[in-house]
């Protein structure tokens, strides 16, 4: 195929264009499919010849100047509001050998969208059985995400970080599923990072309270009157974002109850036992139902506690304004009477 190096449109789906490819006889696009069993989502890898990635979200974009929306998702659900097609200038394009597989997407730099988005694409190359030489990753990889491609086997010197002026064309350019909130996802990441603190693991029954205090943004506004509260029943204050993710899996993974507002820190939800009890302190503006689902998939209780909103100060001259950033009140009985209901000793 002829090489375009401009950009002119969409394929909803990889699996569009790969049949199309097929039909045509170009029979060196691969494509391997991942059924997972006893569970509705399903994964898969394509191999693209000489595909394009353009962008630090990883933008995917055929060798006849194509983007693969499913796996160049942006926040818009509109493929056709893709933000590169308001591209006018693009970088010159790059050429490599080597067969490059892209991992970053949106909002990668999230630890929740890192552990729930892009770790469990590696799984998908795993499966699939195709060797990889580079991996592109978001840039720049905080130590977090560091810490969880070298658990994953995956080295620095494999990485290739993509900041807003990459275009890198690969000879063979490997395109993992974005596994959305995916059961199978949640179940690799949990398993595999388990796996490195099992040995050290204590049979404890600890009680979390989650702070928010060094975020910005859904910070609890009586903070201080929670901790007051809970303290006499042993629960400790943890800020995760002050933590290795060794040691937050390793908190979770002992804990018992888990008290806190709602942010990424809940995706370490992954490593909790079996009936361990999450609250998680919500605003009414900002109603977000991920900590929720993967407590479906691991057999956890949730509770969710409505707290009263306001927003951020710090935007309070902004035109701009997302009400992911509303503070939170939250009636401090509310959570002792639920607390009740769920142990005794309250």
């Known amino acids: 195929m002829e090489m375009n190096s401009t950009v002119t449109g969409y394929y909803r789906c990889t699996k569009d264009y790969v049949d199309e490819c097929q039909q045509q006889g170009a029979m060196d696009v691969q494509y391997f499919h991942a059924d997972f069993t006893d569970q509705r989502d399903e994964g898969f890898v394509a191999v693209i010849p000489e595909g394009r990635v353009w962008g630090a979200a990883g933008c995917v974009i055929t060798p006849t100047g194509k983007v693969l929306w499913d796996v160049s998702r942006e926040w818009d659900a509109y493929p056709e509001r893709h933000s590169i097609f308001r591209q006018t200038d693009f970088p010159p394009v790059e050429r490599t050998d080597e067969r490059v597989a892209v991992l970053a997407k949106i909002g990668s730099s999230n ?12 799984h998908l190359l795993n499966l699939s059985g195709i060797e990889v030489d580079k991996y592109i990753v978001p840039h720049p990889l905080a130590p977090f995400q560091y810490e969880t491609l070298s658990a994953l086997g995956v080295n620095r010197d494999r990485l290739i970080e993509a900041d807003s002026n ?9 395109v993992p599923a974005l596994p959305y909130e995916a059961k199978w996802a949640c179940e690799f990441v949990r398993e595999s990072m388990l796996r490195q603190v099992e040995p050290t693991l204590q049979a404890m029954n600890r009680r979390l309270y989650i702070s928010r205090a060094q975020c910005v943004g859904r910070t609890v506004l009586n903070e201080q009157e929670v901790i007051e509260a809970l303290t006499p029943y042993g629960f400790t204050l943890v800020t995760p974002e002050s933590m290795s993710v060794e040691e937050q899996v390793r908190a ?3 804990a018992e109850i888990i008290v806190g507002p709602q942010g990424s820190a809940f995706t370490n939800a992954f490593f909790c036992k079996p009936q361990t009890q ?8 900002f109603v977000i139902t991920s900590t929720e689902k993967i407590c479906s998939y691991l057999n956890l209780g949730y509770h969710r506690l409505m707290g009263t ?7 309070q001259y902004s035109r701009w304004y997302w009400h992911g950033l509303d503070n939170i ?10 607390l009740k209901r769920l142990r005794s000793d309250f």
């Open 329 to 338: 009140h939250v009636d401090v009985w509310k959570i002792l009477h639920v």
């Open 111 to 122: 630890y929740y969208h890192w552990m729930f988005d892009v770790l469990p694409r590696l």
């Open 252 to 254: 979770f993974a002992e």
């Open 309 to 315: 909103s306001q927003r951020n100060p710090s935007y």
């Open 278 to 285: 999450i609250i998680e302190l919500m605003a009414p503006t």
């Open 166 to 174: 990459l275009h890198l064309q690969a000879s063979q350019l490997v």
